[in-house]
């Protein structure tokens, strides 16, 4: 059994920061990309940032200069910094985690795992 679980979302005011931690756990072979993505109201799921193990972090033309993706590879856990935040930042935030699972022997193929999502609100 696989879970990945996010944490940090609240309320700021603009200009604030936040910082979202996501971390997976249970029968984990090994772990790709670890990314968070973001979805306001009325409006489809975007990709926020994302970052493969040993690679290079990508992240949203909206979001560039003011959120840093990290990892921790030894933690399985991801987290994004959150600053000079904005009203449109506003949304709910999922973490996505490229996992290829293990149980009894034998290993799974990798799949997408998601987390339940966390509540970013940024007031102006």
């Known amino acids: 059994q696989v879970q990945v679980v996010e944490s940090g979302g609240g309320l700021v005011q603009a200009g604030g920061s936040l910082r979202l931690s996501c971390a997976a756990s249970g029968s984990i072979f090994s772990i790709n990309a670890m990314g968070w993505y973001r979805q306001a109201p009325g409006k489809q799921r975007e990709l926020v940032a994302a970052?493969?193990?040993?690679?290079?972090?990508n992240y949203a033309e909206s979001v560039k200069g003011r959120f840093t993706i990290s990892r921790d590879n030894g933690k399985n856990t991801v987290y994004l910094q959150m600053n000079s935040l904005k009203p449109e930042d506003t949304a709910v935030y999922y973490c996505?985690?490229?996992?290829?699972?293990?149980?009894?022997?034998?290993?799974?193929?990798?799949?997408?795992?998601w987390g339940q999502g966390t509540q970013v609100t940024v007031s102006s």
């Open positions: 970052i493969i193990s040993g690679g290079n972090p």
């Open positions: 996505n985690a490229e996992i290829t699972a293990q149980a009894m022997g034998f290993i799974d193929h990798r799949r997408p795992y």
